[in-house]
């Protein structure tokens, strides 16, 4: 993952130029594209100039700067700046050489770049880094070379950094570790001062994300592989068909169902939520929430929808009545596998990254329904390793 930094001087004005630092000299790197995106969505002209990392983060401390980007959670910044929602994830593993058999007593030399976040991670966990070094090529080459052991980074940027020095797939080993969220730190004097920017900012961050987070296949399989067979056993439940058929036989018109999505929302908006606990009181809901502990945290969340995507049944309560206007439903239509994997998705609120996996319920080979079940990635990820 290539590191981007902002600067952005006190705004007198909304017509004032940002300041962004960067050490990025590629035109097409994610972070620069969405960080542009987001400014021109909210006519905010900036200017670009380079900055060291670390000395951002000290600028921002003593409030000569405004922020800085790309930035992980961190408790000791949050005193006095507060971070965007994320612009995009990182997908951390551990990586070793194949033939390297770590034995509980064996000192392990632990490597990492300089000033990265992975580098910041080993020393707040109490981590000794045997290297240090200034970029990513440097660090794979010498645990190719057995100089270091272990090494933590992007999935991503490791393999195609293997990749681009010809070094090959089997003299590496991984094992996921967590998945990060990266964003922007905006100082807290800077807020102050326009209140609203980092909720317009937020706002316009998911108009201007770059593709989906698409899981890789290897992690794909893990998932599949841990729920699969117990979901597809779910969608032949008899008391979940006959539920499904018996609110298909209401023949509910899509404006109806629109109407009772914008209740269900509202009432939540509310805070009373009527509907939703009228529906988690049901025998089948109650039987998915029973269902859904089975996985200790794993599954987040049960939901079974009727043939148009309207709930009726759901193990914990959820933001909207109607799924029928979203991918998780309607993306089993569209491909040749009998299920659909969703991409990940960070929670902000609950800071956890999410995925969906959708089946339909068949009954006589005709789709009469369809069974969502929410999925905490790191979670079901780590359960494997």
């Known amino acids: 993952m290539t590191y981007v930094w902002l600067t952005i001087n006190l705004l007198a004005t909304a017509a ?17 594209n969405q960080i542009q995106c987001i400014m021109q969505q909210q ?77 910041d991670w080993f020393k707040a966990n109490g981590y000794l ?15 190719a070379l057995q100089r270091i052991d272990v090494v933590l980074a992007d999935q991503e940027d490791f393999v195609l950094m293997q990749q681009n020095l010809k070094l090959p797939e089997q003299q ?30 937020n706002q316009q961050v998911h108009r201007c994300a770059s593709s989906p987070f698409v899981l890789p296949d290897n992690e ?12 597809t056993a ?29 209740l269900w929302v509202t009432e939540q908006d509310q805070q009373t939520s009527e ?10 809901s109650k039987m998915l929430a029973q269902w859904q502990q089975n996985f200790h945290g794993i599954v987040t969340e049960v939901i079974v929808t009727d043939s148009q995507g309207a709930n009726v049944a759901i193990s914990a309560l959820t933001s909207d009545y109607w799924q029928g206007d979203e991918a998780k439903f309607l993306s089993i239509f569209e491909q040749p596998r009998p299920f659909y994997l969703g991409p990940v998705e960070y929670d902000q609120s609950s ?5 969906h996996l959708s089946m339909p319920v068949l009954q006589q080979q005709q789709h009469i329904g369809t069974i969502i079940v929410g999925i905490n990635i790191e979670q079901a990820l780590t359960e494997r390793n």
């Open 275 to 284: 509907l939703a606990d009228s529906m988690l009181a049901s025998t089948l």
């Open 351 to 355: 800071r956890r990254f999410l995925t």
């Open 16 to 32: 004032t130029p940002i300041t962004l630092g960067t050490n990025v000299t590629k035109v097409n790197d994610r972070a620069n």
């Open 172 to 201: 590496f080993k991984k094992r996921f570790f967590r998945y990060v969220a990266l964003g922007v730190y905006f100082s807290n004097s800077f807020l102050e001062q326009q209140p609203d920017f980092l909720n317009r900012f």
């Open 43 to 119: 006519h905010q002209r900036y200017n670009l100039s380079y900055l060291p990392w670390r000395r951002a983060k000290h600028e921002v401390k003593q409030q000569r700067i405004d922020g800085y980007f790309t930035a992980m959670p961190d408790p000791d910044i949050a005193n006095y700046a507060s971070l965007s929602a994320p612009l995009f994830l990182e997908n951390w593993y551990w990586f070793s050489r194949s033939n390297h058999n770590h034995q509980p007593n064996d000192s392990v030399r632990f490597g990492a770049v300089l000033g990265s976040h992975q580098a």
């Open 129 to 143: 880094l045997d290297v240090e070094v200034t970029t990513l090529a440097q660090l794979v080459q010498l645990l």
């Open 234 to 262: 779910l969608t032949q439940h008899v008391d979940l068909i006959t539920a499904i058929q018996a609110q298909n036989a209401l023949q509910q018109t899509t404006d109806a169902i629109k109407q009772y999505d914008e």
């Open 220 to 231: 794909q399989q893990k998932i599949t592989d841990m729920l699969l067979p117990a979901i």
